[in-house]
């Protein structure tokens, strides 16, 4: 048998990440577009599955933080099954899916601080990429190195014990959990030898927070002004008003910290957000419906959070919080690097709560399943690591999807991240007809500030290949770039 | 003797295999010491700049730009590995084979419970975005692969022997349980 594939002639760079900038006639800068070029089809390819398959395929969208996804979806299923939203599951089944999760943001904090953002502090944004990359740090600052590997494995030894499996698990079920966890697993994490135990964990997140303080201090210009903007700001927060990364109702405040969409329950998300389709781009354009297209995009993910709440409910990170929050005068935080320490403060956040809660002797119960009356549809949400994540689901009489609709963590920050990099563009190209190497530094720098997930909404490590095309007013094409 | 030289990349995958790469924890510390890398997502080199020993490739092909990138790879590297099941058959992205492309940008952009406003019926059309294939490729179907390493992910530990055997020219170990969907 014979097959056919059709290749574009011109090829193309692996650009997951594709920026393109037009210039007006006075070679200022008129337009920018970061484009997602991947597109899966998981809305229509689920459909006909039977649901309890759902958290176990849905989470093949992204292999960097698959438990999200995994636990969104049996989230939405809770519904399904009539075991309530998020609190109406066991004490087990509940802390077990916490304990999951926090192992998740854990990892997933400390892979993008370690492997991700360290090589640029360590070394400087504008040094030699061959040196500036976690294998360079590794050769370099080893201790660093060894620290980052060490805090990425508890994390996902966590997994490993909730879920089954480091990546791909199976943990969570419709209504509940399918293990509890045993004392020997338990042992594992609190008594190991230093430093891989749970109060090592914590000391080592809080010497990273200092360590990005001590840079802050240093290089306060860069890190306060560097692609600084206003914006709504939106995710889960507890009932109380706590920072909470597994369950809440959903907050979004403006710039200037009024609330913009009151605490409401996310079962009815599809009232509040909608998203608009642009011809560019495969990654969908989330908005607030209330205040509109233009206006009503929001950003996600550790900024936003640490805007929404109101306290933490770890002793050492409200600290932190307090400290970070004097900073702004209490205000909402619209500094794009300050992302990185929002980031950390919630490195800590997830120590604490995973030291805290394997102490719970909950977690070796054994009534792990809540049963209810089975409806046919349900809508889980959940503060992925790169943020607010939403799963929703309908099914048949049959037991099988009808319907799914999945806004990722990342594509809630589009428009943030496209505003970011029209920042950049505007100040370093307006006047110049090539691109600069400070000027593609400066836009990988913006865009991982974001951590996008480029797996959920495209691919691609934090450190995404980019491809920058310069046009003048005519559409000529007339400097084009790889990095 | 100079070090082999490694290529990796992450075409439809999601990136979950070289998250089992970085699972092999301490012994990362290890392989760089054994190993160089090249164009990889896990430094920053982002084009090939020599002739490279080993490929592993995650991902199987959705568009065209798969493509391009795959067989690049096989021109650079002198073996090329499918790294896991969407490498190996398609896995998880291919469950759009049996359903039209046009069905699938439908319900994505049109038919949604959050795309009702999109009224004007507007799908992504651009022309910088790579095409999308009819249906999804696994890489042998596209190039020559010279190993498969199954699993979803493949396990730390089985990438882990996968690189000793082929670095040391000894016979690899494939227990039964691992050769398998999960």
């Known amino acids: ?483 | 003797m100079s070090k082999p030289i490694i290529a990796t990349t992450s075409l439809a995958g999601c990136f979950g295999c070289h998250m089992s790469i970085l699972d092999i924890d301490e012994k990362i510390l290890d392989l760089i010491e054994l190993v160089e890398f090249n164009k990889s997502p896990i430094d920053d080199i982002k084009t090939f700049t020599k002739q490279c020993d080993i490929g592993i490739i995650e991902g199987g092909c959705c568009n065209s730009e798969n493509v391009h990138i795959l067989q690049d790879f096989r021109k650079n590297c002198k073996i090329l590995i499918s790294c896991g099941e969407c490498a190996i058959m398609g896995g998880l992205p291919a469950m759009r084979n049996g359903i039209s492309v046009e069905e699938c940008l439908k319900e994505a952009y049109l038919d949604g419970p959050t795309v009702t406003t999109n009224t004007e019926k507007i799908l992504p059309n651009d022309d910088e975005l790579p095409m999308i294939l009819n249906k999804v490729y696994p890489c042998h179907e596209i190039v020559k692969i010279d190993y498969f390493l199954p699993g979803c992910p493949p396990t730390a530990e089985l990438i882990w022997g996968a690189l000793v055997a082929l670095l040391t020219g000894s016979e690899m170990n494939l227990p039964y349980e691992v050769v398998k969907f999960d």
């Open chain 1, 1 to 483: 048998m014979t097959k056919k594939i059709t290749i574009e002639p011109v090829t193309r760079v692996e650009g997951h990440g594709k920026v393109t900038i037009h210039l007006d006639d006075n070679f200022n800068v008129a337009q920018t577009r970061l484009h997602i070029v991947e597109f899966r089809g998981f809305e229509r390819f689920v459909q006909g599955k039977p649901y309890w398959e759902a958290p176990v395929l849905v989470q093949r969208l992204c292999g960097i933080c698959p438990v999200s996804h995994h636990l969104a979806a049996a989230k939405a299923m809770d519904v399904i099954v009539g075991a309530g939203t998020g609190e109406g599951l066991t004490p087990t089944g509940k802390k077990m899916r916490r304990l999951m999760h926090y192992g998740q943001m854990f990892q997933s904090h400390s892979l993008h601080f370690f492997h991700l953002v360290s090589p640029d502090l360590l070394f400087g944004y504008d040094a030699n990429p061959g040196i500036r990359n976690v294998i360079g740090v590794a050769l370099e600052h080893k201790d660093l190195a060894v620290q980052g590997v060490m805090m990425r494995k508890f994390g996902q030894e966590v997994i490993k014990a909730t879920a089954g499996k480091k990546i791909h698990g199976t943990g969570a079920i419709p209504g509940g959990i399918n293990k509890n966890l045993s004392i020997q697993e338990r042992d594992f994490f609190l008594k190991g030898a230093d430093p891989f135990n749970a109060d090592y964990m914590v000391n080592w997140a809080l010497g990273a927070l200092e360590f990005f303080k001590g840079y802050h201090k240093a290089n306060a210009q860069f890190i306060d002004n560097f692609s600084h903007f206003p914006s709504n700001h939106l995710s889960l927060v507890r009932k109380d008003g706590a920072l909470d990364l597994y369950h809440g109702v959903l907050r979004a405040v403006d710039h200037e910290g009024k609330k913009i969409l009151n605490d409401v329950d996310y079962q009815e998300y599809y009232k509040y957000i909608q998203e608009e389709v642009r011809t560019w781009s495969y990654m969908k354009f989330p908005f607030l419906t209330s205040i509109g297209k233009e206006n009503g995009w929001y950003r996600v993910g550790p900024l936003a959070r640490l805007n929404t709440c109101d306290f933490i409910p770890t002793p050492l990170a409200q600290k932190e919080f307090e400290v970070y929050k004097a900073y702004t005068k209490g205000k909402p935080n619209n500094m794009c690097m300050h992302m990185h320490w929002a980031r950390l403060i919630e490195t800590l956040h997830s120590a604490e709560v995973i030291r805290d809660l394997l102490k719970d002797p909950d977690l070796q119960g054994d009534n792990l399943v809540v049963k209810g009356k089975k409806c046919n549809e349900g809508v889980g949400l959940i503060e992925a690591p790169r943020g607010t994540l939403f799963h929703h689901y309908k099914i048949d009489d049959n037991d099988q999807i009808t319907m799914a609709n999945l806004i990722v963590s990342t594509t809630n920050n589009n428009q943030p991240m496209n505003n970011g990099v029209n920042f950049v563009a505007k100040a370093m190209m307006n006047g110049k007809k090539e691109i600069t190497e400070p000027m593609m530094n400066a836009v990988e720098v913006v865009i991982r500030a974001y951590d996008p997930c480029l797996s959920c909404a495209t691919h691609a490590l934090g450190k995404m290949p980019l491809e920058i095309s310069l046009y003048d007013s005519n559409d000529k094409l007339i400097d084009r770039k790889n990095k």
